[in-house]
């Protein structure tokens, strides 16, 4: 099993720096692209013969497509690397693993095969998707008279789109943007890219399309069939645009129970990084490494409890009651 974690960051270098140390093991490696407005210098600390930094770097506008663009960017690099990775994984600088990167290495052994991704078929209110997040025609910030004019046209609903007429007989899909993917999905997204470059362009104007793009093409593709909801955790419970902050109340959450699971409108599942955190936020790490050796150390007895008892000649059954 080799995986790539992605980086898709802008900043939290020393979150950053943590996350790799926590997540090191065995046949991994970690490809990061920092957003070109952001100085370079303040990510120096990152170093590792496992660690790449992508040389082209470009300048991610919030919710615009270069974020797909520097999405794609890791991909390649990661793809094209040689290193024939079981497992693509995208983060954005401000996660924090759950488990050990060994725990998280034998989970997607366990599940290897699976797609990791929180994807809907538009529109899904429950999901906060509905279809006009896609058919409203929306400018980057590098077209602002564009923008400007079609911001103002879409109070008045004169910035639809008639989607089926770009997206011909595909379904418009949508989710949260971090996933973890197997290589051959994620070779196909590229080749998908580079083959319709039609429809990516009609993505260029779309709100957040790196919350549409990629899943679009993974639902309407035979990865489809073996996807599960996403890896990551986050809190949107308070509303807004943005996740909350993980805090003290999150990690006693964290705390509760062996396996951190979720179940909602993409499924069921076990959650294994925790967004969002920050460069300011570090200390709470430090109480998440204490939640990750507590529980590994209690997998750890259990494993050996069974072979203590063959040693000590008691049959692991013994006295026919349940074992816990």
Not at 302 to 315: M, Y
Request: proline share 4%; charged share 25%; net charge positive.
């Amino acid at each position: 099993m080799r995986i790539a974690y992605l980086f898709f960051a802008y900043k939290n270098p020393g979150l950053i720096q943590k996350t790799i140390q926590r997540l090191a093991c065995e046949g991994c490696a970690f490809f990061i692209h920092i957003d070109k407005k952001s100085d370079l210098k303040s990510f120096s600390g990152i170093r590792g013969s496992n660690i790449f930094f992508v040389e082209e770097r470009l300048q991610v506008g919030w919710a615009e497509f270069s974020g797909v663009e520097a999405i794609l960017l890791l991909m390649r690099k990661a793809v094209g690397s040689g290193q024939a990775f079981d497992y693509l994984v995208l983060l954005s600088g401000s996660e924090y693993p759950l488990r050990s990167g060994d725990y998280i290495r034998n989970f997607l052994i366990a599940n290897q095969g699976t797609e990791f991704i929180n994807l809907v078929q538009l529109p899904n209110l429950k999901a906060g998707k509905p279809m006009s997040r896609i058919t409203t025609r929306r400018f980057p910030t590098t077209r602002p008279v564009a923008r400007f004019v079609f911001r103002a046209l879409a109070k008045f609903g004169l910035a639809e789109r008639d989607y089926k007429k770009h997206l011909g007989t595909l379904k418009p899909c949508g989710g949260n943007t971090w996933w973890t993917l197997t290589r051959p999905a994620c070779e196909y997204i590229l080749k998908f890219h580079d083959e319709n470059r039609r429809i990516a362009k009609y993505f260029e104007n779309v709100f957040a399309p790196e919350e549409y793009f990629i899943h679009t093409v993974i639902g309407n593709s035979p990865f489809n069939a073996r996807r599960r909801r996403s890896l990551v955790f986050e809190d949107w419970s308070a509303g807004g645009g943005h996740p909350a902050m993980i805090n003290q109340t999150h990690l006693q959450m964290f705390r509760s129970s062996q396996e951190i699971t979720l179940d909602d409108v993409h499924g069921s599942g076990e959650l294994l990084f925790a967004r969002k955190l920050s460069d300011e936020q570090l200390s709470l790490t430090d109480d998440i490494d204490e939640i990750i050796r507590a529980k590994e150390a209690k997998l750890t007895r259990v494993a050996d409890a069974p072979r203590t008892l063959k040693n000590a000649g008691v049959p692991a059954d013994a006295g026919g009651g349940s074992r816990t």
